[in-house]
Each structure stands twice: as structure tokens, then as C-alpha cells.
């Protein structure tokens, strides 16, 4: 079966050998060196010199954690689909206030509904923006939306759990306080790592939080960093696997060269839609450069574009969330061949003139 799914994805070679590895005690010499080589090269990854924790977890683990950790009554939730709406979720549910931005399915966050909405409210503690909304293929200017949030003083946390590794993060030139994204994405490592950066303003927030719990709490964490370890027991081949993934990276001529990969992945699978008659689901201008999330015909349903094209082994993914039935989603994602791109888009081609 050929992956285009958006997540878990398929895994790099390279990647499934190292975590091969025999195990070791996550209190031992040789997971401190890994531990903390990991960090080292995620900081250099997302240019930043805050903590980057890696949770036992998927990422949504750092979406609880930023709530509980840095938010003592209200946040503003910037929702563009069900992830979005998942932040909004986890806020209510842990007890918070929330106000949203909502712009219409398929519309990006822009920089002035944000500077409005905080100018209106301005007892929000903190924003919450989804940078890549994988229900919907859709994803926001984060550098623009960020300056806003920081012109008004508050804490960002970022969702990119579908953009880290795809694309473009500068963590503290754009000023993020909080940034997480899952192993089982674009990085192309099977899923039960979380990857976060921490900001120092963040921290001093979760030092006087109250009823933060403990497996998420911020400055838990960075006690347990100073000795290169963790609360509790790691997921060591997920960081193992991380780790060689980074060294690939970096062996393949750098981050931009892996960018310039997804880019080109992502322009031959919108291409090769547009060629067999079908359109995009998000607005023109903002479709996301890992997942592609295209407008099933009138004729078929987007679970049965699914079902059929898995009869041919190729495991794409449905729609999500209120626009599960007319949509399908093609996610670039891990370790893709470009000619499996091609073979894809033609038995895509077949199910679409056998109907």
C-alpha cells in the first residue's frame, strides 16, 4: 500500500533501520547523548535557542500543555477547521474562556481580524493559531499573524503539527511561544513523539499556574532538560528515528533543500488534479503545501474516492470534519518517490472516468 495519507505517514528507510536499535534505560549515558544531540539539532531546525521538549505524546499533548501551563482564564482560539476547533475544545474542556476567530471554511486568518478581535478583547492571555489545518489543506502567513500578536503583547501557541518540517518555522524571529508539531508528519518518524519549542515567557507563566497537572507541566520539563532527561520513560525509537532524520536533512543539503522537496511534491499533486478536472477545496492563495484537500465531483463521494482508491493500493485520506462527504485529502507527507506520485494521479485518473 502506498501512503499519501496525512498522518501517520510512510517512514523513511533510514528512518525504520535506526529505530531498530536494542534498548537502553532512558536514565542511561546513552539516551542523555541522544536526548540531547535531539534537541540540538531541533533547535538549529526551527532557529530557536528556547527548550524543545519532547513529549511522550502526540502533539495534542502540547496543546493541552499550553493551556494548562500558560493561560489562567481566557484565549483566543483562530479556528480555519477541525483542529482549530480542537484548541478551542481543549481550552473549554481544561476550563478556560474562550473567543474565536472563524473566518468561512476554506479562508485563511488574516493579520487584521486578529489585531480587531484583541483590540476588542483585550484580556486575552494568549492566541492560538492552527499554521497548517490539515481538515482542510489550508494554511495561514504564521510570520504575519504573529507580529500582530506580539504588537498586542500576548502569547502565541502555534499547531504546526502538519507545516514543522514542510515548511518554514523561525521560532523566535517570529516571536512563538510555544510550537509543537507530532514525529508522525512531515519529519516522516512513526507517531507517540510530541516535538515543542518553550519560550521563556511561557515558562515564567507555568511557574505560578495553578491546576496545571503534571505529565504536561512546562517547568516539570525543564528541570528534567538541564540533565538531558525526562519526567518519564521516553519514546526512545521515535527520538532515535528523529534523530536520523534531522542528520538526513541536514546531509541532503539543509532544510530548505527538504522544503524545496515538499514544494515540488506538493506542485506536481495540484498540478496533476487540476489536469483530470478537479478543484481545491481552500481559497486560491493559501493551500497548504503538505496536504491537499480536493472537492469530490457530484458523481462520487469523497469516502468512495477513498475505498476505490485503496482497492488499487493507494492509501489516500477522506475528508474531515463538515465536509467529510464532498472532499478527499492527498497528503505529501514522509517518504514519497515522485514516481509514485505520478503512478497515484493516474489510477486517481481511471477511478474518476470509470464512474
Known amino acids: 500500500m502506498k501512503l499519501f495519507s496525512v498522518g501517520p505517514v510512510a517512514c523513511y528507510p533510514e ?20 536526548h540531547r544531540e535531539t534537541v ?17 505524546s502526540t502533539g ?15 484565549i483566543l482560539c483562530c479556528i480555519n477547521g477541525s483542529f482549530g476547533k480542537r484548541f478551542s475544545d481543549v481550552a473549554i474542556s481544561n476550563g478556560k474562556t474562550i473567543e474565536t476567530i472563524e473566518p468561512p471554511l476554506g479562508e485563511s486568518i488574516t493579520p487584521d481580524l486578529i489585531d480587531d478581535k484583541l483590540s476588542k478583547c483585550p484580556d486575552v492571555e494568549a492566541v492560538a493559531i492552527t499554521h497548517n489545518e490539515t481538515s482542510i ?30 515548511t ?9 511561544d510555544v510550537c509543537f508539531s507530532s514525529s508522525q508528519k512531515c519529519f516522516g518518524v512513526p507517531p507517540g ?40 520513560t521516553s519514546v526512545i525509537p521515535q ?58 465531483p457530484s458523481t462520487i463521494s469523497g469516502p468512495e474516492i477513498y475505498q476505490k482508491m485503496r482497492e488499487k493500493e493507494f492509501e489516500l485520506a477522506k475528508g474531515y ?16 518517490e515522485f514516481e509514485d506520485i505520478e503512478l497515484m494521479l493516474r489510477e486517481l485518473g481511471e477511478v474518476l472516468t470509470s464512474i
Not at 18 to 33: A, G, T
Not at 65 to 70: E, F, I
Not at 168 to 176: F, H, Q
Not at 321 to 336: E, L, V
Open 15 to 34: 528512518v525504520l533501520e535506526e529505530m531498530k536499535l536494542q534498548m537502553f534505560s532512558h536514565r542511561s549515558e546513552e539516551y542523555k547523548r541522544l
Open 239 to 296: 527520538i532515535a528515528g528523529l534523530n536520523r532524520i534531522l542528520k538526513l536533512i541536514d546531509s541532503w543539503g539543509g532544510k530548505e533543500k527538504y522544503f524545496d522537496l515538499y514544494r515540488e511534491r506538493n506542485r506536481r499533486i495540484r498540478e496533476g488534479i487540476q489536469k483530470i478536472g478537479l478543484t481545491l477545496f481552500p481559497k486560491k492563495g493559501c493551500e497548504s503545501p503538505t496536504v491537499t484537500c480536493i472537492n469530490a
Open 321 to 336: 470534519g463538515s465536509i467529510r462527504d464532498t472532499t478527499f485529502r492527498i497528503g505529501n507527507m514522509g517518504y514519497i
Open 60 to 74: 495534542t499533548g502540547f496543546m493541552e500543555g499550553s493551556v494548562r501551563n500558560c493561560v489562567e482564564k481566557k
Open 137 to 166: 489543506g489550508l494554511i495561514n502567513s504564521l510570520q504575519n499573524l504573529a507580529h500582530v500578536v506580539k504588537k498586542h503583547g500576548k502569547l502565541l501557541f502555534v499547531d504546526s503539527v502538519s507545516s514543522m518540517g514542510g
Open 193 to 232: 513523539l510530541g516535538i515543542g519549542s518553550v519560550s521563556e515567557d511561557a515558562l515564567k507563566k507555568s511557574e505560578v499556574a495553578k491546576n496545571k497537572g503534571w505529565y504536561f507541566d512546562f517547568k516539570l520539563w525543564e528541570r528534567y532538560q538541564k540533565t538531558a532527561g525526562t519526567p518519564m
Open 40 to 56: 540540538e539539532l531541533l533547535q538549529k531546525f526551527l532557529e530557536t535557542e528556547n527548550q524543545v521538549f519532547l513529549f511522550s
Open 168 to 176: 518554514e518555522i523561525k521560532v523566535d524571529k517570529w516571536g512563538l
